[in-house]
């Protein structure tokens, strides 16, 4: 109705009403959604958005969509996220921007889920930079770091408590089950693994099993990106020292439908208040030690994914066979993770410059830096940043990467082919990336930086300068 379509025009995205008539329309949008069923307002509002579409998309018109905010749910976000991925890619930066904006406004836990994805892993910078800084605001405003509202963000993917969902053909069903390579898999009443549930037969019920199969079609789909995410995080947990307290380490990883697939896969700590760790592995009715004893931890313990640095080399190798003997596969690098260090002149300066120097194209170092977890500086003249920040939790150290100098938009692989990490150093505590743009000063001795900060700084530089010698 013409009432409807004002409100929708009245009131503002993302913001609280400060006139009467936005207030008016808030008001009348808040009954509109507690009279309508849910899926009545989802089809209205994406009907609207393709009216809007078939029209090309006027811009004057793009209030339209504000639909999709007021009336949205999960079906929404669904179908909404892969339009904003690749809207960059159709030249419509601002629409996928207008995107993000309608997910934090329906700001379901699966928008917010949508936003962070789209955060840490897209191919167009900007946008993943927009997304990281909703995030941020976000987390501000529920008084959470970045990393503490993305524990809260992983999707379920629709699995029950035990982290199990099963595919009904009627006669027959699929249970999901996940290998260790972490491929999603269909597991019939048989015990035989498949890579998916069969083409529905002649005895499988007409409704319920083509329905089934595009479910889990859509559900491999979704469990496969999510992880792709977690174990990037896990990883990056891994290596800046990340600790959970002990509560939110049960709720938010242990016991989560998802992530309780990945978690008996890595080897964990609890650590004391002077960071010594105690190691264990995690089992459905336990927690037990190299020799297979129960560890009790206390409530006060602080819990993280155990770098093999933070092990003795005997303690290593015992988790290891113990890894062989289980036949588990961790998603990433740990206990034979490859061990780096400065040469001994290097040790005596501030800086690591040893691997650094090597020409690559600026989209491969921006990538590279960006993979690894470092965080770009802050933007000055031209719209051009020097430096890349990661921050080492467990050290409390930030380690700044200066480089020549990369464009903001990504367009300086226009006009130069080549550019070039100078050197590494790092200052004590977390640093803004504002704080240290065209930074020139010295960083803490090398001497007194440990060995695992140092490892995994090394590591970086050592892919970039690997890319930049293939080519």
């Known amino acids: 109705s013409e009432a409807l379509l004002r409100a929708l025009f009245e009131a503002p995205l993302g913001a609280a009403p400060?006139?009467?008539?936005?207030?008016?329309?808030?008001?009348?949008?808040?009954?509109?959604?507690?009279?309508?069923?849910?899926?009545?307002?989802?089809?209205?509002?994406?009907?609207?958005?393709?009216?809007?579409?078939?029209?090309?998309?006027?811009?004057?018109?793009?209030?339209?969509?504000?639909?999709?905010?007021?009336?949205?749910?999960?079906?929404?976000?669904?179908?909404?996220?892969?339009?904003?991925?690749?809207?960059?890619?159709?030249?419509?930066?601002?629409?996928?921007?207008?995107?993000?904006?309608?997910?934090?406004?329906?700001?379901?836990?699966?928008?917010l889920s949508a936003i962070a994805g789209i955060a840490q892993k897209l191919k167009y910078r900007a946008l993943k930079q927009r997304a990281s800084e909703c995030l941020d605001q976000i987390a501000c405003a529920r008084g959470l770091s970045a990393d503490e509202l993305a524990d809260r963000l992983v999707p379920e993917c629709g699995l029950d408590a035990q982290g199990q969902r099963s595919f009904d053909?009627?006669?027959?069903?699929?249970?999901?089950?996940?290998?260790?390579?972490?491929?999603?898999?269909?597991?019939?009443?048989?015990?035989?693994?498949?890579?998916?549930?069969?083409?529905?037969?002649?005895?499988?019920?007409?409704?319920?099993?083509?329905?089934?199969?595009?479910?889990?079609?859509?559900?491999?789909?979704?469990?496969?990106?999510?992880?792709?995410?977690?174990?990037?995080?896990?990883?990056?947990?891994?290596?800046?020292?990340?600790?959970?307290?002990?509560?939110?380490?049960?709720?938010?990883?242990?016991?989560?439908?998802?992530?309780?697939h990945v978690v008996p896969s890595l080897l964990w700590a609890a650590y004391d208040e002077a960071?010594?760790?105690?190691?264990?592995?995690?089992?459905?009715?336990?927690?037990?030690?190299?020799?297979?004893?129960?560890?009790?931890?206390?409530?006060?313990?602080?819990?993280?994914?155990?770098?093999?640095?933070?092990?003795?080399?005997?303690?290593?190798?015992?988790?290891?066979?113990?890894?062989?003997?289980?036949?588990?596969?961790?998603?990433?690098?740990?206990?034979?993770?490859?061990?780096?260090?400065?040469?001994?002149?290097?040790?005596?300066?501030?800086?690591?410059?040893?691997?650094?120097?090597?020409?690559?194209?600026?989209?491969?170092l921006r990538g590279s830096l960006i993979r690894a977890g470092w965080t770009r500086g802050a933007p000055q003249d031209a719209g051009i940043l020097c430096e890349h920040l990661k921050y080492f939790a467990s050290a409390d150290l930030t380690a700044i990467a200066i480089h020549e100098g990369l464009s903001v938009s990504g367009g300086d692989d226009r006009w130069t082919q080549f550019a070039r990490l100078e050197r590494c150093l790092f200052l004590r505590g977390l640093h803004a990336p504002g704080d240290v743009a065209w930074f020139e000063g010295e960083g803490v001795p090398l001497r007194e930086v440990p060995a695992l900060v140092l490892s995994e700084v090394l590591r970086d530089m050592q892919a970039i300068a690997r890319r930049a010698a293939e080519g």
Do not use: C
């Not at 905010?69 to 996928?96: C, M, N, Y």
């Not at 009790?296 to 640095?309: K, P, Q, T, W, Y």
């Open 275 to 364: 960071g010594a760790p105690r190691p264990f592995r995690v089992t459905p009715g336990a927690l037990l030690d190299a020799a297979g004893a129960p560890v009790e931890l206390d409530e006060g313990a602080r819990v993280g994914v155990i770098h093999a640095l933070e092990l003795e080399p005997a303690e290593r190798e015992a988790w290891n066979d113990r890894w062989d003997e289980l036949g588990l596969l961790a998603p990433f690098p740990q206990l034979d993770r490859e061990v780096l260090a400065p040469s001994a002149d290097e040790l005596k300066g501030d800086s690591l410059r040893e691997l650094a120097g090597a020409d690559t194209s600026p989209s491969q």
């Open 18 to 111: 400060t006139t009467e008539a936005e207030r008016a329309a808030h008001t009348l949008l808040a009954e509109l959604r507690q009279r309508v069923p849910e899926a009545a307002g989802e089809a209205f509002a994406w009907q609207l958005y393709e009216l809007w579409e078939a029209n090309d998309a006027p811009s004057k018109q793009k209030w339209l969509l504000h639909a999709l905010a007021h009336f949205g749910g999960d079906a929404t976000v669904a179908r909404l996220t892969p339009l904003i991925r690749k809207w960059p890619g159709e030249s419509q930066h601002q629409r996928a921007v207008l995107g993000l904006d309608l997910l934090r406004a329906i700001g379901s836990d699966a928008a």
């Open 169 to 260: 053909y009627g006669p027959r069903q699929f249970a999901f089950v996940l290998s260790p390579e972490l491929v999603p898999m269909a597991r019939g009443a048989d015990g035989k693994l498949r890579k998916a549930p069969p083409k529905p037969g002649k005895s499988d019920d007409e409704a319920l099993a083509p329905a089934a199969l595009s479910e889990w079609r859509a559900f491999r789909k979704q469990v496969k990106d999510a992880l792709a995410i977690q174990v990037d995080r896990l990883e990056q947990a891994m290596v800046s020292g990340r600790r959970w307290p002990l509560a939110d380490w049960e709720r938010l990883l242990r016991a989560h439908p998802l992530l309780r």
